[in-house]
């Protein structure tokens, strides 16, 4: 069983940075594909970022492209999402997840071929 555990969410100022981290316990970090979501009040949550098993990335969302970079740890078994030049519609619960059953280069953008999730942390941009 894998727990996820996120941490870094916290408040602040429109164009300011944060870098939120995932730390993996009871599995093996490197053999799952990793991704962001979030989840802004009264909306679905949505696929942000993701991470294969081989390293390769991919930031899906376009309103965050060029501003939020995903990146992996395998030897701290640790997920980081840094997050620049923040706005107000970027406030969210931020959400990790592992998905234990994808091939190398895959990477999960749906929901449900996530099978582990972390408990989530708020990011609260003010305008």
């Known amino acids: 069983q894998v727990q996820l555990v996120e941490s870094g969410g916290g408040l602040v100022q429109a164009g300011g940075s944060l870098r939120l981290s995932c730390a993996a316990s009871?599995?093996?970090?490197?053999?799952?594909?990793m991704g962001w979501f979030r989840q802004a009040p009264g909306k679905e949550r949505e696929f942000v970022a993701g991470i294969a098993r081989s390293g390769g990335s991919t930031v899906d969302l376009d309103s965050v492209k060029g501003r939020f970079t995903i990146s992996r740890d395998n030897a701290k078994n640790t997920l980081h999402l840094q997050m620049n030049s923040l706005k107000a519609e970027d406030t969210a619960v931020y959400y990790c997840?592992?998905?234990?059953?994808?091939?190398?280069?895959?990477?999960?953008?749906?929901?449900?071929?996530?099978?582990?999730w972390g408990q989530g942390t708020q990011v609260t941009v003010s305008s």
């Open positions: 997840a592992a998905d234990a059953r994808r091939s190398w280069y895959y990477i999960a953008r749906r929901i449900q071929e996530y099978d582990y």
């Open positions: 009871g599995g093996t970090f490197s053999s799952y594909t």
